[in-house]
Nanobody
Framework: QVQLVESGGGLVQPGGSLRLSCAASGSIFSIYAMGWYRQAPGKQRELVAAITSGGSTNYADSVKGRFTISRDNAKNTVFLQMNSLKPEDTDVYYC??????????????WGQGTQVTVSS
């Protein structure tokens, strides 16, 4: 079983910055892709940013140039540095990790979600 623990959300003023972290633990053999999604009430969850095991990244158009995703493979942790935050970035942010367990079974796990609120 794989667990994800997120941290780093909170309240920030427009133009401010936040850094989200998500640490994966458990019976992990390898991790393929790691990513961040966000979801507002009543809306579909959408991809914010993703990073592969090789370091290739993908971003939603709305966050390009403002958000940066990175990962620490030794610690099975993914980060999302969010700069120049806007009120429309207000959402619950979810970490997502795809990989293979020590039992050689593929998994896809979600974090518990962390609230990001951008408001003056």
């Amino acid at each position: 079983q794989v667990q994800l623990v997120e941290s780093g959300g909170g309240l920030v003023q427009p133009g401010g910055s936040l850094r989200l972290s998500c640490a994966a633990s458990g019976s992990i053999f390898s991790i393929y892709a790691m990513g961040w999604y966000r979801q507002a009430p009543g809306k579909q969850r959408e991809l914010v940013a993703a990073i592969t095991s090789g370091g290739s990244t993908n971003y939603a158009d709305s966050v390009k140039g403002r958000f940066t995703i990175s990962r620490d493979n030794a610690k099975n942790t993914v980060f999302l540095q969010m700069n120049s935050l806007k009120p429309e970035d207000t959402d619950v942010y979810y970490c997502n990790v795809n990989g293979r367990t020590s039992y050689l079974v593929d998994f896809r796990s979600w974090g518990q979600g962390t609230q990001v609120t951008v408001s003056s």
